[in-house]
């Protein structure tokens, strides 16, 4: 009986793959980085280290000074100015951000629709987005202390007969307004883009199953639309918090003190003599904004926004 043997594959050895190719970047690209780099370090880096610096001392922005620690940064613990601002500045955000994101969603689920003239209406509700904050917040501060409370006393409605921006209960929904008004332009243009994005077969095949109007927005739209939704969401509420100029024209941070954001307070130290103080205000007000830049950037990077 004749023994048959199966022969052995000998192993195939694999080629090295290349090398891969190295990318020379020309110095000529660095020599026009270079002006940029120095303008953003010397105006912006050099401060900011300077400040967060300072905050650790007594200083009132000029003269001596002296080290203090971390006393600056726990008084401010107990500081219900301080306290104050960063209840107002959070809670105005927050409510804002629904206001702005609701409105624009809606504004750009119906100017993406088929109907007539959505291009010159598209133009007409960006005009806020490019008019200067502070022109219109001096132009609604007339509004609503002179033109609204004569309407209301023409009609007889008297909770308008007095300006809300005198009413410390009733002031901060002027400032909600007019921020939401200003910032619905840019937040409708990603909706619009993200609306635009979305495949028109799959509502034709949802209305050839049935589908309502409603149906599709829920089960097609939002969901398609849940990486527009925490982008904006998320760059809203960065911007919120860093609210300035619309308060400085309608309110002044009043009545009283009732409506003083966080970067007002900020900026009182300067002409108050609590420099150092307010300078470790914005190193915490700093460190909250980095915080929220960086769940952005990982937020963005998760829906494929952002490299």
């Known amino acids: 009986m004749a023994l048959t043997t199966t022969p052995v594959p000998t192993p195939t050895v694999q080629a090295p793959l290349p090398p891969r190719p190295t990318r020379r970047v020309d110095r000529t690209h660095y020599l026009f980085l270079l002006p940029a780099v120095a303008a953003f370090t010397l105006f912006i880096t050099l401060p900011a280290a300077m400040g967060i610096f300072f905050s650790f001392t007594n200083s009132v922005g000029y003269g001596e000074w002296d080290f203090v620690g971390f006393a600056n940064y726990a008084l401010m613990l107990t500081d219900p100015a301080i306290l104050a601002s960063y209840g107002f500045t959070l809670g105005f955000a927050a409510v804002t951000v629904v206001v702005t994101n609701l409105i624009a969603f809606l504004l750009a689920v119906g ?115 849940a990486g527009y939704v925490v982008i904006n969401v998320i760059l809203t509420f960065k911007n919120f918090l860093n609210a300035y100029d619309v308060i400085i024209g309608l309110t002044g941070g009043g009545p009283g003190t009732s409506t003083r954001s966080v970067a007002m307070t900020i900026f009182s130290g300067f002409d108050t003599g609590d420099y150092a103080y307010q300078m470790a205000n914005a190193t915490i007000f700093f460190l909250i904004a980095l915080a929220i830049a960086m769940i952005q950037l990982r937020l963005m990077r998760g829906k494929g926004q952002a490299r």
């Open 111 to 225: 100017l993406t629709s088929r109907i007539r003239a959505r291009v010159f209406l598209r133009a007409v509700f960006v005009i806020p987005m490019v008019v200067s904050a502070i022109i219109i917040a001096y132009v609604f501060n007339f509004l609503f202390s002179k033109s609204l409370p004569a309407a209301a006393q023409a009609v007889g409605f008297g909770p308008l007969e007095e300006s809300i921006l005198a009413n410390p209960d009733l002031a901060w929904l002027s400032i909600v307004l007019v921020t939401a008004w200003q910032a619905i332009p840019g937040t409708m243009l990603i909706y619009i883009a993200g609306l635009v994005a979305i495949p028109r077969e799959l509502y034709e095949a949802s209305s050839l199953d049935g589908a309502s109007a409603w149906q599709q927005i829920r089960t097609i739209t939002l969901p398609l639309m």
